[in-house]
């Protein structure tokens, strides 16, 4: 049972563009929602997290839109770089089993 | 320096073998999770521990088994029963800092059926 469906799968962006990967969920128990940025034959590193408490966060060119009424969640990537380039995975624990739920992933290109 | 390790970074197995996948954390931290991520997926959970002497079968448990006997520790073994070991295992800690718990991730093994 998939519970974190993310989209889409792949996106291509021209440098200093904004890319935005959107993520919906069904557990309404799910309190925490990270996003983790993942290079080729590594493991993922956090790149930003949110709490549902709140309806935004940013951190540099990244910033998390909340929204709980409809249990959906994106990443928005300003003026994106080619290293920015990566697959980037939407995950959501809630505190009583604290392991992640990850989406399918996204591959994202930035052209320069 | 302080980190997630994983060994081997390449594994080979052969059919009927038991193989085991180390995973060690010196972040002083308490959780430790087993996932396994196949080409263009996310990655699914196979087990986690919350504390030392204990875990938990993940959503894709069958053909695997852990152990946890020391707090750095996590080991994590693929067993004769898992018919499609081919992957990358990804380990992960987590520590709780302030409202987010964070999840560290290991560089991963890449498990290959001979």
């Known amino acids: 049972q998939q519970q974190v469906k993310q989209s889409p799968q792949s996106l291509i962006v021209q440098k200093g563009g904004i890319s935005i990967i959107n993520c919906a969920y069904e557990?309404?128990?799910?309190?925490?929602f990270p996003w983790y940025q993942q290079f080729p034959g590594k493991g993922p590193a956090l790149l930003i997290a949110?709490?549902?408490?709140?309806s935004e966060k940013k951190e540099g060119r990244f910033t998390i839109s909340f929204n709980k009424s409809a249990k959906q969640f994106s990443l928005h990537i300003m003026d994106s770089q080619p290293g920015d380039s990566a697959t980037y995975f939407c995950?959501?624990?809630?505190?009583?089993?604290?392991?992640?739920?990850f989406g399918s992933g996204t591959r994202l290109q930035v052209q320069p | 320096d302080g980190g997630i390790t994983q060994s081997p970074k390449y594994l080979f197995r052969k059919e009927g073998q038991n193989v085991t996948l180390s995973c060690e954390q010196n972040?002083?931290?308490?959780?430790m999770y087993w996932y396994r991520q196949d080409p263009g997926q996310g990655l699914r959970l196979i087990y986690y521990?919350?504390?030392?002497?204990?875990?938990q079968k993940g959503d894709i448990a069958e053909g695997y088994s852990v152990s946890r006997e020391k707090k750095e520790s996590f080991p994590l073994t693929v067993t004769s029963a898992q018919k499609n070991p081919t992957a990358f295992y990804l380990c992960?800690?987590?520590?709780?800092?302030?409202?987010?718990?964070?999840?560290?991730f290991g560089p991963g093994t890449r498990l290959l059926v001979l």
């Open positions: 995950a959501a624990s809630d505190t009583g089993r604290r392991a992640l739920t």
């Open positions: 992960a800690s987590s520590m709780t800092s302030g409202n987010f718990e964070t999840q560290y």
């Open positions: 949110i709490r549902p408490d709140v």
């Open positions: 557990n309404t128990a799910f309190d925490y």
């Open positions: 521990s919350q504390i030392v002497n204990d875990f």
């Open positions: 972040l002083n931290h308490d959780a």
